[in-house]
């Protein structure tokens, strides 16, 4: 018994044994010796740098192909463009790289944002129609109702007249004809009347502006004679349709401050005689009420844009150089006089636009299809 007694000690003890070098071992596994740890630092490395080369092969792969995807679908526009049934042939408008949108085959020229043109059209809409049935019906005159109606329409042609046209869009030229050393030069100097003006070079349409030019960046042209970028008609004012803006000014002016006098008027009848006043307008008539403080506001809104326009006309300024302070030191050389002012303003006959949008694309127009941008 004794004997047996001490084998099972003795086979408990080399049991602990084996366990301790068992797990001696497996620590030993376990445990990565330094120079497996460099080496598998290096591996990493080496496998990082080759997924940065495979992914930079594969970027540049796929820009390729997106190039030469893109340079088959300017081809194939540039030959033909889809209208309809039939296949017409690509004109300007098609590829103009300006913000502005065309309507009717380019006859038409917006700016790229209609939301102030829509609101306006609506104001002047519902103020119109306002007036026609809260006002004008119980003064019972047909002659208002007609007046209205004819300022209202004035007004609307005006503002889609204005909006719709180009504005003195400059046409751009290809880099190609600019010689490097000239393009270096930012300016230029000429005399206009006896004064100088500078000329600046324009980086997007890579062109020196013509005098009282300025690239505006809403519509990305260059607009000769360039006086704002109006929101309300979302549409640069330019040259060729700043006459246009300030007889929708006016004529705006004068619509507002018609339903204005008559809602004055419709009001003054309507006071109730129990003494309650604002109050007892509100609650028989608050249409009325709101129509006479709206075109109160833009009566008042248009009256000082109005004579801020009419100022600017005598002296042969516009908006923008007003605002800039453009002839403070050297003097105005287009100044000519109030009477000249007027005239040039206002009854000059219109000059004609310098692009046309509507002619056909030739190869190599505007720098060739590489420079052309399809929206």
């Known amino acids: ?50 997924f940065q080369a495979k992914s930079k092969q594969l970027l540049s792969s796929l820009w390729e192909k997106i190039i030469r995807f893109q340079r088959v679908v300017q081809e194939k526009t540039f030959r033909f463009c889809r209208g309809g049934d039939e296949l017409e042939q690509s004109r300007v408008y098609h590829f103009w790289p300006g913000n502005n949108v065309f309507f009717f085959k380019g006859r038409l020229i917006c700016g790229p944002d ?19 049935v809260h006002v004008a019906s119980d003064i019972r005159n ?26 003195g869009i400059i046409p751009r030229n290809d880099l190609g004809t600019i010689d490097a050393g000239k393009r270096r030069r930012r300016s230029r100097v000429v005399v206009i009347n006896g004064i ?4 600046k070079y324009c980086n997007i349409c890579n062109i020196y502006r013509p ?45 507002f401050a018609f339903i204005f006098i008559f809602s004055c008027k419709s009001l003054h009848h309507k006071l109730p005689g129990d003494g309650n006043g604002v109050i007892g307008l509100l609650r028989n008539d608050p249409e009325t009420v709101a ?22 006309i005598a002296i042969n300024q516009t908006s923008y150089e007003h605002f800039h302070q453009k002839y403070v030191s050297s003097g105005n ?43």
Not at 9 to 33: C, F, H, R
Request: one cysteine or more; hydrophobic letters at 40%; aromatic letters at 8%.
């Open 1 to 50: 018994m004794e004997w047996m007694a001490s084998e099972e000690k003795d086979g408990s003890v080399n049991s602990s044994v084996a366990q301790a070098i068992d797990s001696s071992a497996s620590l030993e596994i376990d445990q990565p010796t330094e120079s497996s740890m460099s080496s598998g630092k290096k591996v990493d490395k080496n496998s990082e740098v080759s």
């Open 114 to 132: 209609p939301k102030g043109l829509i609101l306006a059209a609506i104001a002047i809409s519902l103020s119109s129609w306002t007036f026609a």
């Open 142 to 167: 047909p002659a208002i109702i007609v007046t209205s109606s004819i300022l209202t329409t004035i007004v609307l042609v005006n503002l889609v007249y204005v909006s719709t046209i180009d504005p």
């Open 196 to 199: 100088e003006v500078k000329l």
């Open 211 to 255: 005098p009282r030019t300025c690239h505006c960046a809403t519509c990305n042209n260059c607009i000769q004679q360039f006086d704002h970028h109006c929101t309300w008609i979302g549409h640069c004012v330019g040259l060729r349709n700043y006459r246009l803006h300030v007889t929708f000014l006016l004529t705006g002016l004068l619509l």
């Open 291 to 312: 129509l006479t403080l709206f075109s109160f506001v833009a009566m008042c809104f248009l009256a000082g844009f109005s004579c801020y326009h009419v100022y600017l």
């Open 333 to 375: 050389p287009y100044d000519k006089g109030i009477l000249n002012n007027i005239k040039e303003a206002l009854l000059a006959s219109q000059p004609p636009s310098r692009v046309n949008f509507r002619a056909d694309v030739e190869p190599g127009w505007f720098g060739g299809l590489s420079d052309i941008s399809i929206k």
